[in-house]
């Protein structure tokens, strides 16, 4: 009995804590409107890679806009994948196969640190402007602080959010 009420408190607080996502109060607050659907890793959300395979991220857009990519991974370093890019309404995979590297392949791969990365897809009417936003490491309240910021300048936005997890 001990055991289980000790496991109550764990879970109880574990509740309690502040959950990384897009919850419905974001929604609200941030004015989101159901543009981005199917936002999730090719392995699925919380799928497992290993350090250097490729991940392909595929999203669908019910109109067309402009699209941001941004990852934050465990340590919270925040790099921005893609930026502003103009897309059609219609199923999409990142990277585009128009995207190329030094060695001639659109391709994103796992790097260090090891743990869940999470995936922000940023969906607006307008091209945003402010290129300040994303950089260094950030907390969950700067993250959603910055996404805030990025979506503000347009009428039409979205977030979607998934995460996939490295490991070795």
Wanted: net charge positive; with cysteine.
């Amino acid at each position: 009995m001990r055991f289980l009420g000790f496991s109550l408190v764990v879970l109880l607080l574990v509740g309690c804590a502040p959950q990384p996502g897009i919850g419905e109060k974001e929604r609200r607050e941030w004015g989101l409107q159901p543009i981005i659907s199917g936002f999730a890793p090719d392995r699925g959300e919380g799928g497992k890679y290993k350090l250097r395979e490729r991940v392909f991220f595929s999203f669908t857009l019910s109109q067309p806009g402009y699209v941001t990519l941004v990852t934050m991974d465990s340590d919270g370093t925040t790099v921005v994948l893609e930026r502003n890019v103009q897309l059609p309404a219609g199923r999409h995979t990142f990277p585009l196969a128009t995207d190329r590297n030094a060695q001639g392949q659109a391709a994103y791969l796992v790097v260090p640190p090891l743990g869940p990365s999470r995936f922000r897809l940023l969906y607006t009417n307008v091209p945003a402007t402010n290129r300040e936003l994303f950089r260094g490491k950030l907390s969950n309240d700067e993250f959603n602080r910055h996404t805030q910021a990025y979506l503000s300048g347009a009428t039409v936005r979205d977030v979607a959010e998934t995460w996939m997890e490295a490991v070795q």
